[in-house]
Every structure is written in structure tokens, then in C-alpha cells.
């Protein structure tokens, strides 16, 4: 097999050769079906770009079920250290167990490798079926913080003796009254993190000609943590950009031309906010938890979560992995069923992360005329009517057949 390159990373730029190598983890249940259909679109993508100029060389690296089968561990270091090299990668999903063994596999990757920015675009593509009346109106990119929150793991379980002694000492020391059978968890909302989640959203904003950021916060209840986050992002954007970025009380909501407007809301009320008037909103910056939920929520007001990409990435350092954003579906691994629209999605984000725009155009284009076809997978015919159903890698075969009709549209 013939080898790639290295991506590198200087100035706060990526290098991006033209035959680079890039880290793929195949992920675990349906991950090998998907990822063998957003392997094959895009290749096809660059192939129909660049003929042979470009070419991504892809290199198997394991994390999940079958490094644990093969290797004894869920998460080989030669898997980080992979990462680490060629910086760019892209994975399934991973099995986390609910309620016992291990950590989830997805929160470590992101942790070992500081992603702290889980970067979540939910746009609507004309035809998939939704639950809601105008599913056009959404178009926003999610922000979420990656690394702190209550996702950082500190946790004690109820009953042993390490909860005991910290319940006794929050009773001696803070005053605090705790049930004597409380689990306890840790919450921690740092500055520094927090900064450079929300400059990323801003300068993305900035970079993309967005028309707003929103700090998505429960700061109402918890004042030093999701309310420094709020706080926080108003403190950077003046110190920042004091030229470029304008809040609400300084222009009531409309925005002088040339400046983006910073706003904040909390996070129950912008659930309730971008289903009743979803356009008022755009890019997004919030807390690890919230995130969470709101990038699935405003995912199902799309058309669900199967097709909505998703992005790790340090921005300071290049760092960046790629990912579906769903489960394994373990029922249907091996079927060549499902949707393989999220992680082929990933896959067009990492090509324009990496410089490849016209690729990953041509992959969006083609994904809206497949569907406008009505020629999709059973997630989504069962819905539509009068939709042909096809396998996950027949989705894949005619999405690569409309890159090739749609392309001198594109290039």
C-alpha cells in the first residue's frame, strides 16, 4: 500500500499535502457499514474533483470493540499516538455502557487529545421528512465546550466510603446538607476553557459571515458556573473584538452591516426559541451538557440525528477528529441498512476543515439531489412515500452516480 503524508500545523494553519494520510476507526454495531459507504463517497468526491492529483490514504487505526478484541484494551495508545501524528481523523460510533463499566470511548478520545470544540452544523436537506412545519429555517452551528463540565468524569458513587467523607466534609466546611445515600458528581466550568470554546464560535462567525452567536447558558440557577460562562463570553468579545462584535443592549438586536451580534439565552427557553422561531438563531457557543442535548435536539427538527455531522477539533493546534454523531444501533450491524448520511457528512466537514471545499460541495450537493430522488435508506423511506429503498451501500453508489452528473454545476 502506498503511503501518505503528514498533515502539519503552523501559524494557526493547516499544511495539507496532496496525497495525505488520514486515521480512520471503522467504530463499533453499524460503524463498519457506514463507514465503508462514506470511505467509498468520499473517495469518489476527490476522485471526481481532482482526478488523480488528490488522493486521501486512509490508515486503520482501533479504538472499541474490535481493539478490544484484537488488542486486550478499548483504547490502544497507538491509536492516540496515530492521531496525534497525522492530526486529522475521522471515526464511527463507540459502545459506551449505561450505568457500569467502562468511560465513554468518545469523551477520552476528545480529552486525550484536548478537542475542546465539538462542532455540530444542523441545516436542513430538501425532502427528509421532519416533525416540524418549516425545517428550513434551521440552520445553525453548534459549539459545544468538550472537555470540563460534568462530562470531566469526577464522580463518586453512592455509599462508599469516598462519598461519605467528601458529604461530611461539604457539611463541616461549607455547611451543605447531603443525604448520607448521594452520589455526587463534580462540575467544573473553567475560564480559560471556556474562552477558547467561545472565541472559536466567534471566529468562525467572523470567518463564515454568520450573523450572530448565542451563549446558550442555565446561568439563571447556576450563577459560577454557567453564568461565568456567560459572563465570560461578553468579557472576551469586548476585550477581543471590540470593532467587530455587538451585543443586544448596545443595538437592540439589529446589528450594524459589518458587526456580528453576541446575545445570550437560557437553555430551556432557547429549546422552546428555536422550535417556535428557529431563524433568529445561528452560530451557537454553550456548555458540554447543554450541547449535548440542544445539537440532538435542533437535529431532530431536521430530520434526526442521522443526518447531522459532527467535529472534534483544537483549533490552537490543528487537532481535529471526525464523527458520527449517533449510536451503534447494534440490531442492525452488519445489514448494510442504515443511514449513512451522518458520517458521510463528517466526512465533507473534515474535507473542508482540511482545505478540500470543492469535495466536500460536491458530496452536500449530491446528498440533497439523492434524497430530492426519494432514494434513500428505510429510516427515512418508511416516512416519505413513494420512496425506492435502498441498502446503506446503495445510498452510497447513487450519491456517487449524482456526483457525477452534478459536478460541472459545482467545479
Known sequence: MSEGDVILFGNGKLTVPNRPTIPFIEGDGIGPDIWKATKTVLDRAVEVVWGGNRKIIWKEVLAGEK?????????????????????????????????????????????????????????????????????????????????????????????????RSLIAHLKETYGWHLPPDTGIGIKPISRARSRRLI??????????GRRSVTLVHKGNIQKFTEGAFRQWGYDLAKELYPDRIIT?????????????????????????????????????????????????????????????????????????LFEATHGTAPKYAGLDKVNPCSLILSGAMML?????????????????????????TYDLARLMGDAKEVSCSGFAACVCENMGEISNLVL
Open 352 to 376: 473542508q476543515y482540511i482545505g478540500w471545499g470543492e469535495a466536500s460541495a460536491l458530496i452536500e450537493k449530491a446528498i440533497e439531489k439523492t434524497i430530492a430522488q426519494k432514494t434513500v
Open 199 to 208: 472565541q472559536a464560535a466567534i471566529d468562525y462567525a467572523l470567518d463564515n
Open 67 to 163: 481493539a478490544h478484541r484484537i488488542t486486550g484494551t478499548w483504547l490502544p495508545e497507538e491509536t492516540i499516538e496515530a492521531l496525534h501524528i497525522h492530526r486529522v481523523g475521522i471515526k464511527g460510533p463507540l459502545t459506551t455502557p449505561v450505568g457500569g463499566g467502562i468511560r465513554s470511548l468518545n469523551v477520552a478520545l476528545r480529552q486525550r487529545l484536548d478537542l475542546y470544540a465539538c462542532v455540530r452544523p444542523v441545516r436542513y436537506f430538501n425532502g427528509v421528512p421532519t416533525p416540524t412545519r418549516q425545517p428550513d429555517k434551521v440552520n445553525m452551528v453548534v459549539f459545544r465546550e468538550n472537555t470540563e463540565d460534568v462530562y470531566a468524569g469526577f464522580e463518586l458513587k453512592e455509599g462508599t466510603q469516598e462519598a
Open 248 to 320: 443586544w443592549d448596545e443595538c437592540n438586536g439589529h446589528p450594524p452591516i459589518g458587526r456580528i451580534l453576541i446575545k445570550d439565552t437560557i437553555a430551556d427557553i432557547f429549546f422552546q426559541q428555536a422550535l417556535t422561531r428557529p431563524n433568529e438563531f445561528d452560530v451557537i457557543a454553550t456548555t458540554n451538557l447543554n450541547g449535548d442535548y440542544i445539537s440532538d435536539a435542533l437535529a431532530a427538527q431536521v430530520g434526526g440525528v442521522g443526518m447531522a455531522p459532527g467535529a472534534n477539533i483544537n483549533y490552537q493546534n490543528g487537532y481535529a
